[in-house]
């Protein structure tokens, strides 16, 4: 085989291959993306929960207060 054919496929291969080491990056920055999207979707679910319980807590505690007074 010449040379040049030998050096045509090896370059062919290091573009294959550099685009494949790309490909495996650009997967894994969307997985890293996809996982902070969802962290944060729980932590803002996660908050909206507390706020709901404080809020109940303090209702029922205003409730008992209006009772005690009232007595």
């Known amino acids: 085989m ?6 045509i496929g090896a370059i062919i291969g ?3 291959a550099v685009l494949a080491l790309i490909i495996a990056v ?5 997985g890293l993306i ?5 962290a ?3 932590l ?3 908050l909206f929960v507390a ?3 404080i809020i109940g807590l303090m209702v029922f ?4 207060d209006s009772r005690k007074s009232k007595e």
């Open 2 to 7: 010449p040379i040049a054919i030998k050096s």
């Open 14 to 16: 290091t573009i294959m």
């Open 61 to 64: 505690r205003t409730l008992r």
């Open 34 to 38: 996809s996982f902070i999207t969802l």
């Open 44 to 46: 803002v679910i996660g």
């Open 51 to 53: 706020v709901f319980l």
């Open 26 to 30: 650009l997967k894994g920055v969307l």
């Open 40 to 42: 944060i979707k729980v």
